[in-house]
């Protein structure tokens, strides 16, 4: 699946990590609104705020939610920034890579964020294995959609975004990939396999590893 197509739709394996009986939720990027408006139409009580950086998205939105504020979260004003707490859930839905700091953005929210709070976030895989095989072939070039695209800044393996959390002063509480029907996959991973085993790796871990178009994750603040 291409990540604009991605946007496009409801998320609802992001959706299904929203922990139950939240009674603020802020989503990070928004859009047009189309993931507040399905979480709304489930949970009519709670309120729902967008940030985003389009205006035009921005106005779409706003009908579909309780709140939209126009900003970028990395240069939104502490005044501003602080009127968002208390907020039980945080939503990066394909918003993380396109950050220059997503470490700071976490620690801001980190610092507010109540003791039962979460994050929740879908990021893009960079040990996909087509990102494996341009790799290979030495075409990473960056296109207008998908695990490629060009608004990418940060990438992401497992491995790092465990990083990426645990060192903004969060736990990892569930984390899971999603995995679509992609041709060539297989034999792309024969040689992943292959690689792993001449470098001393887990073959089998590698191949886990590759398979995920996306991450999700939840996770709470460290105590």
Same mark, same amino acid.
Request: glycine residues 6%.
């Given at each position: 699946m291409e990540e604009s197509a991605a946007? *496009?739709? =409801?998320?609802?394996?992001?959706l299904a990590l929203v922990p139950e009986g939240v009674a603020r939720v802020v989503e990070v990027g928004c859009g047009a609104g189309v993931l507040g408006a399905a979480f709304l139409g489930n949970h009519p009580d709670v309120e729902y705020i967008g940030i985003e950086p389009d205006p035009a998205d921005a106005e779409r939105a706003r009908p579909l939610m309780s709140e =939209? =504020? =126009?900003?970028?979260?990395?240069?939104?004003?502490?005044?501003s920034f602080d009127i968002l707490f208390p907020t039980d859930c945080w939503i990066f839905g394909d918003v993380l890579e396109q950050l220059h700091d997503p470490w700071r953005v976490l620690r801001r929210i980190r610092a #507010? +964020?109540?003791?039962?709070? #979460?994050v929740v976030a879908c990021i893009p895989? *960079?040990?996909?294995w087509s990102v494996q095989a341009r790799l290979n072939l030495g075409l990473f070039q960056y296109q207008d959609e998908g695990l490629?695209?060009?608004?990418?800044?940060?990438?992401?393996?497992?491995?790092?975004? +465990?990083?990426?959390?645990?060192s903004s002063?969060?736990? +990892?509480?569930?984390?899971?990939?999603?995995v679509f029907e992609e041709a060539g996959r297989e034999k792309v991973m024969e040689g +992943?396999? *292959?690689?792993?085993? #001449?470098?001393?790796?887990?073959?089998?871990?590698?191949?886990?590893? *590759?398979?995920?178009?996306?991450?999700?994750?939840?996770?709470?603040?460290?105590?």
């Open positions: 946007r *496009a739709h =409801v998320n609802h394996d992001l =939209v =504020v =126009v900003a970028d979260i990395e240069t939104l004003q502490d005044e #507010s +964020i109540p003791e039962h709070g #979460s895989n *960079a040990q996909h490629m695209d060009r608004t990418h800044i940060r990438w992401f393996t497992r491995k790092t975004l +465990i990083e990426l959390f645990e002063g969060f736990a +990892i509480e569930t984390m899971g990939g999603r +992943i396999r *292959a690689l792993a085993t #001449s470098l001393g790796t887990d073959p089998e871990e590698a191949e886990q590893d *590759a398979t995920p178009f996306q991450w999700l994750v939840r996770a709470r603040p460290t105590k």
